[in-house]
């Protein structure tokens, strides 16, 4: 009886461990080059050409595939050979990563970090073999900021304001009350706080904006449609919708037209992000105003790497080049968009 | 409560449905005072529209799941799968629908949902086999699907979410039939199906007694291989029908998000309900008024608009206290303290009443 | 006998359980240094009233004081610090912690919150030492015989400063080496003072060691008698409420007359030729005819149990062939034996017979459910047609089919188990130990069942470690010894239970 259980249990670890292997092939195969880092010997600059490590968050989201594809195809259009690890969602896969990104030798590391906190120590192993670090997307408390060379990465606060600015815009006019609704992001995180914080600067200016409503939507279409059914229940009276992304954007869009409303006319509605479907939207008028927030910072990623290798001076914040878009500039925008 | 009342309302008091009636009662309640129209249900472009429609209507693919989590659990197993599936059927019905030439095809629908619950029963069966088969414990043969089936999902989605644009597909999760939501109609078939098999026909017995002592169900001859195989492959139906009506609801298949975390809204639901994790004895009925606990909750925190900040720490309260209540050596302590000083005073039951209703609302 | 005031004294003790009264104004009183008997027959609350006494149960009526002064327990724990400490008639331990751990669990010796396993091993081999018992109290409990654990959970009991000490059929699973060394720890222990509430049902047992009885019935007491005032027919005249000529009757062997018809029939039932495996049970050679009781002997652990589980597909056999009917088979799972109509009542009810949260009807529907399927439900008037008839035929008691089975006693839990089987009408019944744990009148009822099943032309295989039990059944007796079939004897006037015991120890094929 003993004997059988411990062999149950050993099958059981193998098949556990299988699966892991599973998935990690699930994840990587997603994002195409995944594991497409070279031989450990190939590291280095030996043929003058600029090695950099990447180590990305994930493949949690849309958002974030294209952020990938994106870093991807500038390195290659940038000449830059790229070291590409998926982090899966783990701070230690990326400390791991950065560490053999060091072993290798690269010229320069990027990364987005997983968390905000406990990068110090790896980011000195780096300073100290001399290679320079680029954030992007996401930034580390480090006090120490000499561990990295620059952040490029939104301002999801001046997103927040964008989206604000467009509403003291269109209401200019009106003195009634404007009754608002949010759906937020994820609770406690950097741009749910950033978006919130920006927007609510801006519209506080002007007393006749009121928040009447704000919940979290968990930045997914689901979510999004459940909160704004029950807003639409409790609140009789909405006349702005603000999301913190298009995706929320999307659902609640569904919960108003279930509601016998028109979104975009009866309701108003500003989102951030500007995908594909958000900006198809936009276009067909359900949506009134995107504020984008780019995931195709792979040029300015590549252009930074070039000048932190050279030694150039960058400056420690880079913004990601962003726009906004009206429904008339997002049906011009819309046939060549690329996520 | 006097006297001569006692004996009669015992048998309330003792039926295992009394609490999660009472706390369903609470929470509506809590609404009636601080929701204007909560209870309000009116005809809208056909249909009924209200709060109690859409705790029903949004509440449906946490019912199904929690309806085969049910029978797992009977079982004396726990699938923790069920989320990764429904990411998984509903991406695969999305995929196929996206790349049908016309989407509103009901042919082409039919086949894209056959596909998903299809690729769902096999990998719920896949799950029975690693129990049954092979006599891997329950919690790790499901957390093997779990972990990669979100994989898979992501895999048929390409990371991105599709979006899709059909009208037959659309009615599964978002439309309406008679004036009620579709959901609600599919669960109530599944619900009936459910009792048929296990009520009607003797599945019930056999699932209970497999789950109860699976040596003595083997040799009383119980086939209780079969039995786990088709439990766990009805659970990964349940999850694939949920699937298709989360992502039939937004028109569109979310790979990462879709039905995460919704094994444990299912397992406590199931809990809720008066289903012992221990196996053995099993409450439909319990389970959906569990899980319509678990939803007018979330629904509750929206409307009366508990801050986001606070919601979890909100959900965690209630449902501390609902477990409280339904734990009968919780229940026994509680009640008996007081009981036996004051076993003369007939003040005692009043305070009981009492202190209740204070604990709900806290 | 001046009797010293009692240190227990329970009054007018009354619980109701739901659709039955357990206990009715029953009054007990326990002297220090005695060992008093609790007697009557399954389900007359012998233990509820232990489970009252201990705190598992609250009471409804009366009141119980402890040396004079008056307790309620909230529950096990608390009559333990009081004093009072039971072993209950199953092991309640956990198997796969060591002797020591389950000697010392919940109460481990500690210093600064640290657990010290030298002094706990320790100090668990001297109290096991006071029993007599020399173990490795470090190896896992699974891994010694219920009897070890059965002391191991005495010696647990008696390591708590006790003053009242409940057994509670301590001896049911235990060899007569081992009854005779319980029995010299419960006078040592009667010396210094402690009292002993004993509950068993082997009169010979209660004769020997007890002074005092006190004889319940239906929840109700009929009287308490020192036990040298009241014979042995007096006693259980008193607990089953009528006169013995039921239980006398069946003194008579059935032997002679059956063991002509057997020999006369031409296929026997069930063919066993060089049947075995490895590590279980020798390949042996067994054959039944229809209508004949076939008794299994032996010591325990001989290998009786295991024979039975081949016969029945609940274990592969690894070699030989197995007929049934004159057909070959191979059972490889009891639902194959099943479908053969063979039926087993496994020795061990609570793990591998019934379900103890379903209720009396659907255990006893549940093998012939399983039999047909999960979607021919048997309906529901025949289901009551069915569990009626076997609740009256075995006065299976409460008669309420829908009683969770687990509330039941162990006498009742064993009827509606053979219940199970019997509305199945197999033409081969297994008991194993049908009569272990229970009381003389449901014993002399499964007995008596046994006879009138084989009359109708049921082959029944038979184990007991009764050896009066099984000659009195049998018409033909497998000797067992070490895992292997050592003799077949068929029961005349010559065989008796010394012959039967001189082949178990010497092993002798005859």
């Not at chain 3, 409804?60 to 402890?66: F, M, R, V």
Request: charged fraction near 20%; glycine fraction near 10%; hydrophobic fraction near 45%.
């Amino acid at each position: 009886m003993l004997r059988r259980i411990r062999a149950l249990k050993s099958i059981s670890a193998l098949v556990l461990a299988g699966a892991v292997a599973f998935t990690m092939a699930g994840c990587g195969s997603s994002d195409g080059s995944a594991g497409s880092s070279g031989s450990g010997g190939s590291g280095g600059s030996s043929d003058g050409k600029i090695v950099m490590g990447f180590s990305q968050v994930g493949a949690e989201s849309g958002w974030r595939t294209a952020n990938t594809k994106s870093v991807q195809e500038s390195a290659q259009e940038a000449g830059i050979e790229l070291k590409f690890s998926d982090a899966q969602q783990k701070q230690e896969n990326q400390i791991k990563a950065i560490r053999s990104y060091i072993q290798q030798k690269v010229d320069v590391i990027a990364f987005s970090p997983v968390v905000e906190s406990g990068w110090d120590t790896v980011l000195k192993e780096a300073k100290n073999a001399n290679i320079p670090v680029i954030l992007t997307d996401r930034a580390v408390d480090s006090q120490d900021t000499s561990l990295y060379k620059t952040f490029l990465g939104s301002d999801f606060v001046e997103e927040g304001r964008k989206a604000g600015q467009w509403l003291v815009e269109e209401y200019k006019d009106s003195t009634d009350p404007v009754n608002i609704v949010q759906l937020e992001g994820t609770t406690g995180s950097a741009p749910a706080n950033d978006r919130k914080a920006g927007f609510q600067e801006v519209i506080s200016a002007d007393s006749k904006f009121k928040i009447i409503a704000s919940q979290t939507g968990d930045f997914t279409r689901a979510k999004g449609k459940e909160v704004m059914e029950a807003f639409l229940k409790s609140n009789p009276d909405i006349d702005v919708l603000y999301a913190h992304n298009d995706d929320m954007g999307l659902g609640a869009i569904e919960a108003i037209e279930g509601a016998g409303k028109v979104p975009g006319k009866d309701i108003k509605i500003i989102t951030v992000d500007a995908v594909r479907d958000g900006m198809q939207a936009l276009a067909d008028g359900k949506i009134n105003y995107i504020v984008e927030c780019s995931p195709l910072l792979g040029p300015q990623l590549m252009d930074l790497a070039k000048k932190v290798v050279n030694g150039e001076q960058v400056p420690t914040r880079v913004v990601t080049e962003e726009t906004t878009f009206t429904q008339e500039q997002a049906k011009e925008a819309l046939p060549n968009r690329k996520y | 409560m006097s006297r001569t009342l006692r004996p009669l309302l015992n048998p309330v008091l003792r039926h295992r449905m009394l609490w999660p009636v009472v706390i369903l009662a609470a929470l509506l309640l809590l609404n009636l005072f601080f929701t204007n129209g909560f209870f309000k249900v009116e005809m809208k472009d056909g249909h009924l529209y209200g709060s109690l429609i859409d705790i029903v209507r949004f509440g449906a693919p946490l019912i199904l799941v929690s309806l085969g989590m049910t029978l797992v659990i009977a079982t004396c197993g726990i699938d923790l799968s069920v989320g990764s599936i429904v990411a998984i059927s509903g991406a695969l019905a999305c995929l196929w629908i996206s790349e049908l030439g016309d989407q509103n095809s009901i042919g082409g629908v039919l086949t894209a949902v056959a596909l998903g619950l299809g690729l769902s029963v096999a990998l719920g069966a896949w799950n029975g086999f690693l129990v049954a088969g092979i006599g891997i414990q329950p919690i790790i043969a499901t957390l093997i699907l779990m972990v990669a089936g979100r994989g898979v999902a992501q895999l048929i989605t390409d990371g991105q979410i599709i979006t899709v644009n059909s009208s037959p597909y659309k009615l599964i999760g978002g439309g309406y039939w008679l004036t009620l939501p579709f959901g609600i109609i599919i669960v109530i078939a599944v619900l009936a199906l459910t009792a048929f098999l296990t009520r009607r026909l003797a599945l019930g017995l056999l699932i209970e007694s497999v789950g109860g002592n699976a040596e003595a169900s083997r040799l009383a001859g119980i086939r209780s291989r079969g039995v786990l195989m088709m439990v766990y492959a009805f659970c990964g139906l349940c999850a694939g029908i949920a699937g298709l009506m989360i992502s039939s609801n937004v028109s569109s298949a979310d790979g990462n998000n879709a039905g995460l975390w919704i094994e444990l809204d299912a397992i406590l639901a199931v809990v809720i309900g008066g289903t012992s994790l221990a196996g053995g004895r099993f409450s439909l009925g319990g389970t959906v008024l569990g899980a319509l606990i678990i939803q007018t909750l979330t629904t509750t925190i929206y409307s009366i608009g508990v801050p986001p900040e606070t919601t979890l720490l909100f959900k965690a309260l209630v449902v501390t206290i609902v477990c409280l209540l339904q734990s009968p050596a919780f229940r026994e302590k509680a009640f008996r303290r007081r009981r036996r000083p004051a076993a003369a005073a007939s003040a005692s039951a009043e305070e009981e009443a009492g202190e209740e209703r204070v604990g709900v609302s806290a | 006998m001046t009797a010293p005031a009692p240190i227990l004294r329970m009054t007018g003790i009354g619980k109701q359980f739901p659709g039955v009264k357990a206990l009715d104004g029953v009054d007990f009183r326990l002297l220090p240094g005695e060992v008093h008997a609790l007697m009557g027959e399954n389900g007359a609350g012998k233990s509820t009233l232990i489970k009252v006494l201990t705190g598992v149960y609250d009471i409804d009526a009366g009141e119980i004081e402890l040396a004079g002064r008056k307790v309620a327990f909230a529950g096990p724990q608390a009559a333990q610090r009081a004093g009072i400490s039971t072993v209950y008639q199953e092991v309640n331990l956990c198997t796969n912690l060591s002797v020591a751990e389950n000697i010392f669990i919940g109460r481990e010796p500690r210093r600064l919150g640290r657990i010290q396993w030298r002094r706990m091993r320790q100090r668990a081999a001297e109290l096991l030492a006071r029993l007599e018992i020399d173990i490795d109290v470090s190896a896992p409990l699974s891994s010694y015989s219920l009897a070890i654990q059965q002391m191991v959970a005495i010696a647990r009991a008696l390591d708590i400063e006790a003053r009242v000490l409940i057994l509670d059929e301590p001896t049911s699973s235990l060899d007569a080496g081992e009854v005779a060394q319980l029995f010299r720890v419960m006078r040592r222990l009667k010396e210094q003072g402690i009292a002993i509430l004993f509950v068993s049902h082997f009169l010979d047992q209660i004769y020997e060691i007890s002074d005092r009885m006190t004889i319940l019935r239906n929840g109700r007491l009929v009287g308490e008698h020192l036990t040298s005032e009241l014979s042995q027919i007096e006693l259980v005249g008193k607990m089953i409420g009528r006169e013995l000529a039921d239980l006398e009757r069946l003194g008579a062997k059935p032997a002679a007359e059956s063991s002509e018809s057997s020999a006369g029939k031409p296929v026997p039932l069930l063919e066993a030729r060089e049947l075995g495996r490895t590590g279980a049970i020798e390949p042996f050679t067994l054959t039944i005819h229809e209508g004949e009781v076939v008794g299994l002997a032996g010591l325990l652990g001989s290998g009786r149990t295991e024979i039975a589980r081949l016969l029945f597909g609940a274990d592969h056999a690894g070699t030989g062939s197995l007929r049934i009917g004159g057909e070959q088979v191979s059972l490889r799972t009891p639902r194959a034996a099943v479908s053969r109509k063979i039926a087993f009542c496994s020795e061990n009810r609570r793990a591998e017979g019934l379900i103890p949260d379903l209720t009396v009807r659907e255990n006893i529907i549940l093998a012939l459910q399983a039999a047909r399927g999960w979607t021919r439900p048997i309906p529901r008037r025949r289901q009551d047609e069915l569990v009626d008839k076997y609740i009256k035929a075995l006065s299976i008691r409460p008669p309420d089919p829908d009683q969770l089975v687990k509330n039941l006693s162990g006498g009742n839990q064993q009827k509606v188990l053979l219940a199970r089987w019997l509305i199945l009408e197999p033409r081969l019944l297994i008991l194993d130990e049908p009569t272990r744990g229970i009381d003389v009148g449901a014993k002399a009822e499964i007995q008596r069942l046994v006879a009138e099943l084989s009359d109708g032309g049921m082959a029944v295989l038979f184990i007991s470690a009764e050896l009066e039990e099984v000659l009195r059944l049998s018409h033909r007796v497998g000797v067992l010894r070490d895992r292997r079939l050592v003799a077949q004897l068929e029961n005349g006037d010559d065989l008796t239970t010394d012959t039967l015991t001189e082949t178990i120890a010497s092993g002798a094929r005859s």
